[in-house]
Every structure is written in structure tokens, then in C-alpha cells.
């Protein structure tokens, strides 16, 4: 890698980053597992004059579960999420779709912090962290603030968080219905990215759909909540003819579907929805 | 010969790896030499413009930049990249190391800047000011071949740089006798080869001496000197090429690139080593690609399967200049059109074009991936037609193993052969009449399920000089130390193929000694002695060969030796074990003492050269012919495209194994780069020129977990052109697998009326292909 001239500063604790990031401004970039920043580096797509590698805060690696609430620190990395046990048992799509991105190395390097700043619109997270209707706690140094999973994803490559923000911390309500869950994605063959991911939760009651919670991911510019297949079942029993004439919505939100030597507009929406069926159907019938 | 089986035929794990799985081997960026300078080349953004100036005024304040060299630099002081291939009609547009007037592919090397350190020399060459003036891009090879495209090279006054035809057979006639006719257009797309080391050079002259020296990730080292020294004027016995470490070449590194003697060069004026490591991205814009072909193939055919004659008429898309074998790398198909059957006449008509993009040359296989493709194709193609079993079709047209050796209508000589010996191995492991069942069951029920068959020969252990540029020999010398130790020097250059582990484990036997008292030493042509390199599944077949030879001579050496200590007949002494045995009352000698006594000399026969060494180049008689058969079991997601390899069954014969555990390393390893040239891997530029495909992200190298578990078994046929009886193995999975896979996914859409898709076969292909 020959990137541009950085100074780069490791500091140990988040205030000592967010006083950092407030003196360099826009001109610093935050570094956590690397995974995405480095390969800008080295293409040199960004120059930043300063990099603060926030990958040693060892506060921002917590993972817990108390009461009704997960939370997961943002350097935690995606092998970290794909092992751990209480996870497993209180909400397993965080660990299904861990599992799911990139290959090993990438897992024991990349943070879900790292990764859903980021922004990637073809990234798996945001379809899960959607679906799970998570909040990002963002903090700089005037405070912290909440961000709801939906408000979270902007546009290509951007998210809600501020140049003087760090994300600390991914917050999920425990799901009623762990198990009844899935993330399933088509990855790109060179990239492993999703060429479309759909990640499902489910509260089923009585064989009928309670709620449905459905986050996609690779389609739009953004992931996005697809709330117009997700009415489609609400209150519906998830039969084969009422789950696939929902998910034949599951493209509903997004106006343009990406379009690139991977894969045509079209084919992407027609992965989404049949693969928003087959994700209904995994979850339904994990439950 | 005959040899102590204690380790040939043998699974000896690769003495090479320790090394290179801890990570303490040496490549050419682990070369750390004193005071040493970095290169960073600023290559072209465009595919095609004229340069009407450059200004390297900033670049050259950036502190720790030493120089920047442009074009008008090297002019007329270093010579351009070098063609190996000698064509009288061949065009050869002047490639200097760095551009000229103008620019011809996104990736042109421009200008080189030299610095204290990469990252100095980096930022210098973002501020180079280079004022293009863009010009037409031409980036189809069928729209270049077109009279009204845009002339890349005006002094042509065309795009066509060769049209070759191959082929011989009364073509006409045997249209003319067909019962049918099955005409297919088939494209073979561009591939990248990516070895994980990228290209590197690193150069050190000392002006005293007048020597250069030139350490490169290369898999042809003497070849390199001899060009590297025409190209700077430097006598060749002053220049020495070091090959360290090399981290897989796959063909791209069987080359001479701008870079090595533009870096000697520059280390020749400044009087410092300079280094250049190649970047990712730099590799797939400026390292050579491979296949790049289109054409249409036409088989003529009787109703009962008989073949009669085949006709290519393809235009070879070589990029904007010739690297050093571009040109004759679709010759090799035009050799191998014959495939593993009996077709009576063959012509090929070749038009190679430029085109504003980077160099085609050898990518694995070479030419002969793109022929097998065709050719297991069209049987596919045919037996459709004629609604005959692929399998029977092909049977119908093998040679029988008694007609080896057989002369085909490319006009090359099979040496030996047993086609239905692998395709019945094949057919039984994969127990193919129970998959044709299960296949005609999953069709009823809905499901999208094929079977694709390939059967492959390929041409190998290059080659007779008289068909080779460069010689086609190959070197070697074995010296029996003093301690009885052996150090073989051999001219291949190994990057993968294990020839440290397999040469030892002949010579261990050959000598009946322990194979860890041998070392091999190669790629240094100040220690080995000339060499051809390592290409072609030559390194064992050729190299090998030779070693054989050399060994063979060393032992007659020192059994004379032993002759005279032991006071004995030579023609009574026999060598066994390491032992020569035989002498009067039961005396012998070891091979380790007759070598001491040699250097020792205190009592030598008469005219006996002291030491015991022994040089022998092999000049191959013919090029060898592995075969195989390569069976895939695809099963296709109706609904999206996606694929799934259920099963990948491969019997290969390579002829006599020295180490079946390496034969399955290069068999894995082959059917990856196969399989993904069947199902991943693709080269994209668009049409203004532009890579898009020039990242990792977007370049689908496969991945282990992307690939099936294979299911291997092989024959044994042995060649009688070598003494070893080793056919080659390098590239036999590259060239068997890719037909396999895509006629098995061909196969499974047989119900939605498709006859043919190209590749890669990416699932939105294959989705449309259902749906539409």
C-alpha cells in the first residue's frame, strides 16, 4: 500500500479519539478493523492528513446482554458477533449474518462499527441491523446521540454519522421470536458483497404473521426496511401464494436498482424478491 | 534406466514448503540491499492519446525524489520490449519501456519516478502534468479487424498484425462429403492471471566492474538476460538475473516486461539498487492477459458420428503491442484443433488484431485451453445434432491406443495414448448411466440439472527446438560433492511446480542415496548454467529429462572410478543402492566414497578428469500429449440462475508420476483456473478502453469455498520421448476443466431450447437464458 502522507494517532480511550477528531476535522479519517478504509488508502481515493485508529479503545468491543437489550460495542468484529454464545441464543441473525460477510480474514479484522459507517450500499449488515430495527449510538464531543436503523443509511456510501462523531455502540431490542430469523444473501462472485441480501425477523402467532421485519440490502443505494411487503404480511398466514405476492414487493421502496458488470437493475430486483420469498419461508419455518 | 523406487512414485510432501508456509522464504520485495532507490511508474489514464507534452517540474521538488525519467529519456538507449516470434508478415509496432508520442492501453508506462523512498515516489508521480490529447479507442477485436476502425498503429495502416492459417486435410471435400453441419460461435474471453506475488525488479550495477545485476520475479531467467542485455547494450556475461522466490506466474512472468531493463537502466545511471514492486492494480492494467478469442467453429459431420473436418475461422484479440510470445499463442490452438479424435482435414484461419489494451500472451494452458474449449464444444454441439450421447460420439472418434503414434491433421505427432481407458475410469467413478438417470428424474420434477464431459489432450514438455523460439532444450548439471552430497543446478526455474522436491527424489534414487542430501539450485544464471525455463508443463518432462541424462553420465563416471579402487572389471560392477557391488571378494564401494576419492585424486584411472560432475542438455524429440477426462455435475437454481458443482470427477494421465501428491497439487490447482475461466473470471474493458475489471473486488479469482470437492484418479500411459516417461502435468486442469463445466450447465438447459452460452456462465446468464 503507498498511501498519502497521515499522521496517525492510536488513542486509548474514545474521549482522547473524539478530542483528536475534533482537532483534525474533516481532514482525519477513523480507522477500526481496516477493512474498508485501507483498500481507499491505497487506491488513494481518500487522503486524509490524519488517521485515528480507534481499534484499541477496548470499550467499544463490549458485547452484552441484560434485560431486554443487546448491545454490541462498534470494534467488536464480525467473527466476534459469529461466535458468541449469548448472541447465538438471543438473537441469532446477528451471528448468521456475521458469518455471511466477506471470508475469515475479513471477519477476524472487520468491526460492525467499521462496517455500517461505512455505508457500503452492498454491505450485510444494514439488511440485518434493519430487520432487528436497531439504534447506533453515535458520540462526539458535544454528546451522544440515537440513531434509528432507518434513518441510519443516507446514500451510497453515506451514513447519519457526523464528521465528529465516532459510533460506539449497536443497541437491539431482544426479538420476541429469536429464532424465527434468517439472512440470506447472493454474493458477488469477486467481492463476496451481496449482489442482493435479504435479512428477515419475524413474531408469528397462531401459524399467522404478528409482524414482519424485512431489511435488504445490495438493491438500492441504500439498504432499506421493505415495508411495503412487510404490510403485505401482517396479519396473513404464510402460505406460499400470500408470501410470494408480498414478496413481489420486496423491491417496492427503491426507485434505482443498482447497476453494474456484476449484475443488471433487473436481475438485482428479481433477486430481491425471491430472495425476500425464500427468507419469509426460512424464517417461518425456524420458528 | 531403471530406478530404486524408494521415492519416485512416491507422495513426498514438497521440501519447498516449511519455507513458504511460515513465511521466511525470499522474494523479490524480501531482497533488502543497501542505499537502495524506489521506482514508481505513472502509467496512462487513457487507452488510446498523443501526448503533446509532459511536465515533471513539481514531481521532481517533491523532496527525497532523486529522478524522473519520461520517453525522450530512454530513447534510442534502452531497446524496445522484445517478440520472440519471427514472422515475416508479422507486424511489430516499436514498444519502447516508456511512451513516446503517444499511448495505446490504460496501464502505457509513461514516465518513472525515483525516490528515497515508495511513498515519496508515489506522491511525485500524482504530480506529474502529462497533457493527452485523446484519441479513437479501438477495443473490440472483431470492430478492429473491420476496415473502417480506427488504425492504432498508423504505419500499418491497419489493426491486423498476422493472419495465420493452420491445418491441413482436403477441408472442402470433407464439407463436402458431410451429412451435416454444425456451426457454433464460441468466445473465449480475456483472463487475468494473477499470481498472488505480483511482478518486481530489483537492479544493482557496479560501474567498476561493469556488471549489472538484476534480481525479477520471472520464470524464465536466462531467456531474461539474453534480453535484458540486448536491451541496454550490455555484454550478456556481465549481466546476472536472480530469480528468488517466485509467487506463481501462470505464464505472466514467461515474459520480458518494460520494467526489467528500464530498472537496469536506471540503476546503470544513478549507481544505486533500484526496486520496483508491482501494485494489484498495476498487475491487471499492465501485465499480460490471456485467451481473448472469437470465432466461429464449423464441424463437418456424418449422421452416424463419423468426423470429417473442422474449420476456425477466429480473430485473436492481442492488444495494443506484442509482449514476447503474444503472437504465437493462438499458433498453439491452431496446433491442438485435432482435440483427442480422428478428424481427416482441419484448417484454421487466425486474424490477430491490436486492439488499445494490454498484451494477450501465455495464461495457462495458452492457446490449447482455447482449442479443447472448441473442440469439447462442438462434440457437445454435434451429439445434440445428431441426438447421439456425448460419450459416444466422442468413443466413436478416439484413436485406438495402436495407432500412437498419430499424426493428426494439425500436423503435430501424438506420442502415445489411451483415451478410453480415462473416459471409461471417469465414467465409472461417476457412475454416468445412473447420473444420466438422475437427471432425466430431477428434468420431471422440475429441477435444472447437467452433465458436462470433456475429454482433452494437450500439447506439452515444450518442445523440439526446431518449434520453438528460443530452444526448447533444457539444462542440467549434478555435482557429487566431496561429502557426498549432491548439488543439481538445473536451467527450469521453478515457481510452484515443487521440481526441488521431485528432482531430489529422482536423484535420490537414481543414486540410492537419501533425497535430503540433494540440493537443487536454480534460478541464478551466474551459478546455473544456461537454461530454457520453466513453461509449457515442461519443468519435469524437459528439465527432468536432463537431470536424468546428467545423472546417468555421473554414474558411468564413477563406476570407472570404482573400477580402478576396487581393482575390478567395470563390466563386472553393478550399481545397486548406492553401492557398486560386483568387485572380487565381495568389495564395494558408495557412491559418497568414489566421489571423495575423485576429489581427492591420489589414485585416478588413466585420463580420468578429476571430481565428479556431470552437465547434460536434453533436446526433446517430440512434445508430449497428456489426456484425460474431466466429468462436472452442475445443478442450476431454477428460479435465480444461481449454480451449484455437485460433483467434478477428473482422470488425468500425465504418464508416469515422479509425485502422484504434486500431480494432485497441479490438478487442484489447474481445475480452480478452469473453472472460474468456466464460471468467474473475466476481463472487462469497456469501450472507451477502460478497465473495469481491475481490482480484486470486481476480478472473481475464485476462492476455495467457492469451488467443489474434486473427485481424482488418473492412468498411466508413459511417453517414450523422455526416459523418465513424464508427460507434464502444469496445465492439464486448467485445459480438461473448463469445457467440463460448461457443458454440464449447457446440458442442464437443454429443456429451455439453449445450445450455447459463453462464458463466464454468471447466473443472470444463465437466469435469462430460462426466462426468456
Not at chain 2, 557391488?581 to 558408495?590: I, W
Amino acid at each position: 500500500m503507498i498511501p498519502t502522507n497521515f499522521e496517525y494517532f492510536a488513542p486509548a480511550t474514545i474521549e482522547e479519539a473524539l478530542q483528536l477528531l475534533d482537532q483534525h476535522g474533516e481532514d482525519a479519517k477513523l480507522l477500526s478493523g481496516g477493512q474498508s478504509l485501507i483498500p481507499v488508502l491505497k487506491l488513494r481515493l481518500a487522503a486524509p492528513t490524519a488517521i485515528i485508529d480507534i481499534g484499541r479503545i477496548a470499550a467499544l468491543k463490549q458485547i452484552s446482554v441484560s434485560g431486554d437489550t443487546i448491545r454490541i460495542g462498534a470494534n467488536a468484529t464480525h467473527a466476534d458477533i459469529a461466535r458468541h454464545a449469548e448472541l447465538k441464543q438471543h438473537c441469532p441473525l446477528l451471528g448468521e449474518t456475521a458469518a455471511q460477510i466477506g471470508d475469515q480474514q475479513v471477519r477476524n479484522r472487520g468491526t460492525i462499527g467499521g462496517s455500517l459507517t461505512h455505508a457500503d450500499p452492498a454491505a450485510d449488515w444494514p439488511a440485518a441491523i434493519l430487520a432487528l430495527d436497531a439504534e447506533i449510538v453515535a458520540r462526539s464531543s458535544q454528546g451522544e446521540r440515537v440513531i434509528k436503523a432507518t434513518d441510519f443509511f443516507v446514500d451510497v456510501m453515506t451514513s447519519a454519522v457526523q464528521p465528529n462523531e465516532i459510533v460506539t455502540e449497536i443497541r437491539v431490542a431482544k426479538p420476541a421470536q429469536p429464532q424465527a430469523a434468517v439472512y440470506l444473501k447472493v454474493p458477488q462472485a469477486a467481492s463476496g458483497f451481496a449482489l442482493v441480501g435479504v435479512a428477515a425477523q419475524l413474531t408469528l402467532n397462531n401459524g399467522k404473521c404478528e409482524a414482519a421485519s424485512i431489511g435488504v440490502t445490495g438493491l438500492g443505494p441504500k439498504a432499506f426496511r421493505a415495508t411495503t411487503l412487510e404490510a403485505a404480511l401482517r396479519g396473513q398466514a404464510l402460505d406460499d401464494s400470500t408470501v410470494s405476492a408480498a414478496a413481489a414487493k420486496a423491491d417496492a421502496e427503491t426507485a434505482d436498482a443498482l447497476e453494474d458488470i456484476h449484475a443488471s437493475g433487473d436481475y438485482r430486483r428479481h433477486l430481491a424478491r425471491v430472495y425476500a420469498k425464500r427468507a419469509v419461508q426460512a424464517a417461518a419455518a425456524r420458528a | 534406466m531403471s530406478f530404486l523406487a524408494k521415492y519416485i512414485g512416491q507422495k513426498v510432501k514438497r521440501t519447498e514448503d516449511p519455507r513458504l508456509i511460515q513465511g521466511i522464504g525470499h522474494y523479490v520485495d524480501d531482497i533488502k540491499l543497501a542505499d537502495t532507490l524506489h521506482v514508481v511508474i505513472l502509467r496512462s489514464p487513457y487507452a488510446h492519446a498523443r501526448i503533446n507534452a509532459i511536465n515533471t517540474d513539481a514531481a521532481k521538488r517533491v523532496p527525497g525524489v532523486v529522478a524522473v525519467y519520461t520517453g525522450a529519456d530512454v530513447a534510442g538507449k534502452v531497446g524496445n520490449v522484445p517478440c520472440a516470434m519471427a514472422h515475416p508478415e508479422l507486424k511489430v509496432p516499436a514498444f519502447g519501456v516508456l511512451a513516446q508520442t503517444k499511448v495505446f492501453f490504460v496501464g502505457h508506462p509513461v514516465a518513472a519516478v525515483v525516490a528515497q523512498n515508495k511513498y515519496q515516489a508515489r506522491d511525485a508521480a500524482d504530480l506529474i502534468d502529462v497533457d493527452y490529447e485523446p484519441l479513437d479507442v479501438v477495443s473490440d477485436g472483431e470492430k478492429a479487424a473491420q476496415p473502417d476502425s480506427p488504425v492504432i498503429h498508423e504505419e500499418f495502416g491497419t489493426n491486423i498484425a498476422l493472419v495465420h492459417n493452420a491445418g491441413v486435410g482436403d477441408i472442402d471435400a470433407a464439407f463436402a462429403q458431410a451429412d451435416k453441419i454444425v456451426t457454433q460461435r464460441l468466445v473465449h474471453q480475456r483472463l487475468a492471471p494473477i499470481s498472488i506475488e505480483p511482478r518486481g525488479v530489483l537492479a544493482q550495477y557496479f560501474p567498476g566492474e561493469h556488471q549489472l545485476n538484476l534480481w525479477s520475479s520471472t520464470q524464465i531467467p536466462h531467456l531474461m538476460r539474453t534480453q535484458v542485455s540486448l536491451m541496454l547494450g550490455m555484454p550478456e556475461n556481465r549481466v546476472r538475473v536472480v530469480t528468488p522466490e517466485v509467487g506463481g506466474g501462470f505464464g505472466c512472468k514467461l515474459n520480458v516486461y518494460a520494467e526489467e531493463a528500464l530498472l537496469g537502466w536506471i540503476a546503470m545511471q544513478l549507481h544505486k539498487p533500484v526496486k520496483w514492486i508491482e501494485g494489484r492494480r498495476e498487475n491487471f492494467q499492465a501485465t499480460i492477459h490471456g485467451r481473448g478469442q472469437t470465432g466461429t467453429v464449423q464441424v463437418a459431420v456424418k449422421n452416424d458420428g463419423t468426423l470429417l473436418g473442422l474449420k476456425y475461422d477466429v480473430i485473436a484479440d492481442i492488444g495494443a503491442y506484442h509482449q514476447l510470445l503474444t503472437p504465437a499463442i493462438p499458433t498453439l490452438t491452431g496446433l491442438m484443433l485435432s482435440g483427442c479424435y480422428k478428424i481427416p482435414a482441419i484448417s484454421m484461419k487466425c486474424t490477430e488484431v491490436f486492439t488499445n489494451k494490454m498484451s494477450t500472451d501465455a495464461y495457462r494452458g495458452a492457446g490449447r485451453p482455447e482449442a479443447t474449449y472448441l473442440v469439447e464444444r462442438l462434440m457437445d454441439c454435434v451429439a445434440r445434432e445428431l441426438n447421439m450421447d456425448p460419450v459416444e460420439l466422442r468413443r466413436k472418434n478416439f484413436p485406438q491406443p495402436d495407432e500412437f503414434p498419430f499424426t493428426t491433421a494439425c500436423g503435430v505427432i501424438y506420442d502415445s495414448g489411451d483415451y478410453e481407458k480415462a473416459l471409461s475410469k471417469a465414467l465409472t467413478i461417476a457412475d454416468y448411466q445412473k447420473l444420466r438417470d438422475e437427471q432425466k428424474a430431477a428434468r420431471a420434477a422440475g429441477r435444472v440439472m447437467g452433465i458436462g464431459v470433456s475429454t482433452y489432450v494437450e500439447i506439452c514438455a515444450m518442445g523440439p527446438s526446431a518449434a520453438m523460439p528460443a530452444g526448447g532444450w533444457e539444462s542440467a548439471t549434478i555435482r557429487v560433492e566431496p561429502t557426498g552430497k549432491v548439488t543439481v543446478l538445473t536451467g527450469v526455474s521453478p515457481h510452484g511446480q515443487g521440481e526441488e522436491t521431485a528432482f531430489a527424489q529422482i536423484v535420490g534414487d537414481m543414486l540410492g542415496i537419501d533425497m535430503n542430501d540433494v540440493l537443487v539450485v536454480h534460478g541464478d544464471t551466474a551459478v546455473v548454467q544456461y537454461g530454457i525455463g520453466t513453461f509449457g508443463s515442461r519443468g519435469l518432462a524437459v528439465g527432468g529429462a536432463a537431470l536424468v541424462c546428467a545423472t546417468e553420465k555421473v554414474v558411468k563416471k564413477a563406476k570407472k572410478l570404482a573400477a580402478h579402487l576396487l581393482g575390478a572389471d567395470e563390466a563386472s560392477l553393478t550399481f545397486e543402492d548406492g553401492k557398486f557391488v560386483g568387485a572380487p571378494d565381495d568389495k564395494s564401494l558408495t557412491i559418497q566414497e568414489v566421489a571423495l576419492a575423485a576429489h581427492t585424486a591420489a589414485s585416478l584411472p588413466e585420463d580420468f578428469e578429476p571430481g565428479l560432475t556431470a552437465t547434460h542438455f536434453f533436446e526433446p524429440k517430440n512434445f508430449t500429449f497428456p489426456s484425460g477426462t474431466h466429468i462436472c455435475v452442475v445443478e442450476i437454481d431454477r428460479e435465480t440462475g444461481e449454480l451449484e458443482i455437485k460433483r467434478y470427477i477428473a482422470v488425468d494421465d500425465c504418464g508416469n508420476q515422479i509425485n502422484p501428491l504434486i500431480v494432485a497439487g497441479q490438478v487442484h490447482g489447474g481445475i480452480a483456473q478452469g473453472l472460474a475461466q468456466a464460471l468467474f473470471e473475466e476481463v472487462v474493458y469497456d469501450e472507451n478502453g477502460q478497465l473495469l475489471t481491475g481490482e480484486l473486488m470486481d476480478y472473481a479469482v475464485p476462492k476455495a469455498h467457492q469451488l467443489p470437492r474434486y473427485e481424482l484418479d488418473h492412468t498411466v500411459t508413459p511417453t517414450p520421448v523422455n526416459p523418465l516417461g513424464a508427460k507434464g502435468v502444469g496445465e492439464a486442469g486448467t485445459i480438461g476443466s473448463t469445457p467440463a463445466v460448461a457443458n454440464a450447465v449447457i446440458d442442464a438447459l437443454a429443456p429451455f431450447g439453449v445450445k450455447h452460452v459463453d462464458l463466464p456462465l454468471r447466473p443472470e446468464k444463465l437466469w435469462r437464458m430460462m426466462h426468456n
